[in-house]
């Protein structure tokens, strides 16, 4: 079983759709949990940043961890074309000492206007 | 805050010449710095780790003397590829872990490096 599991896709949706996408992961060890945004040919950018279980709001985004059933979701509200991208979980579990991550593969959205 | 930059963007070569990226961070201090490959729709494959000043730590099946790998100070790390053949072709991304503005502590990705070698 891999640290983290996130379902490829793809994923194609209409404009204005709200967009869920998930990771689950096995080492307990995580307590750092980021999204990323990948455009194509694009370095990844750092979305959301979130270290406790609950919910943490940024104007469409949603990021949503639950550490007991070792899973986090990233909700988009009203989804734009702009929004087409390879969104990526990563998790890290030393606090920032090392920085060293753990992808998910990434999941390829496409939201169609 | 945190921005990280690379150079060149895109990079053509001859089959064994040997290209050299560099990464930036132009906002922050990184003593650690990553170089990642990441091929067409694949994720991203990490190649080694950079602590400034340290001997970068390779991943297993990555060769150490083929990616050589620099980290010289607080705010800049290179890669060089020697001797690129066809298959080094791929897309090159550094990161480097830092302090965002907001406080947000993690890795801060630069745009990437497209290799081409012919």
């Known amino acids: 079983q891999k640290e983290v599991e996130q379902d490829p896709g793809p994923l194609s949706v209409p404009e204005g759709a709200i967009v869920s996408l998930n990771c689950t992961y096995s080492?307990?060890?995580?307590?750092?949990f980021m999204w990323y945004r990948q455009y194509s040919r694009k370095g990844p950018e750092l979305l959301m940043y979130?270290?406790?279980?609950g919910n943490k709001e940024d104007g469409r985004f949603t990021a949503q961890v639950d550490k007991s059933s070792k899973y986090i979701s990233l909700f988009i509200r009203d989804s734009q074309p702009s929004d087409s991208a390879t969104y990526l979980c990563?998790?890290?579990?030393?606090?920032?000492?090392?920085?060293?991550?753990?992808f998910g593969k990434g999941t390829l959205l496409t939201v169609n206007p | 805050g945190a921005v990280v930059s690379q150079h060149p963007s895109w990079v053509i070569c001859k089959s064994g010449t040997s290209v050299k990226i560099e990464c930036r961070s132009l906002?922050?201090?990184?003593?650690?710095m990553f170089w990642y490959r990441q091929f067409p729709k694949q994720s991203l494959m990490l190649m080694a780790t950079?602590?400034?000043?340290?001997?970068?730590?390779?991943e297993q099946g990555v060769e150490k003397d083929k990616f050589l790998i620099n980290h010289a100070s607080l705010t800049l790390s290179t890669l060089t590829v020697t001797s690129a053949h066809p298959e080094d072709s791929s897309f090159y991304i550094c990161?480097?872990?830092?302090?965002?503005?907001?406080?947000?502590?993690?890795?801060?990705f630069g745009p990437g490096t497209r290799l081409t070698v012919l």
């Open positions: 906002d922050f201090q990184a003593t650690t």
């Open positions: 990161s480097a872990g830092g302090i965002s503005g907001k406080g947000t502590d993690t890795q801060y």
């Open positions: 080492n307990s060890a995580f307590q750092y």
């Open positions: 990563a998790m890290e579990g030393s606090g920032g000492s090392n920085y060293k991550l753990t």
């Open positions: 979130t270290y406790s279980s």
């Open positions: 950079s602590n400034e000043g340290s001997k970068a730590t390779y």
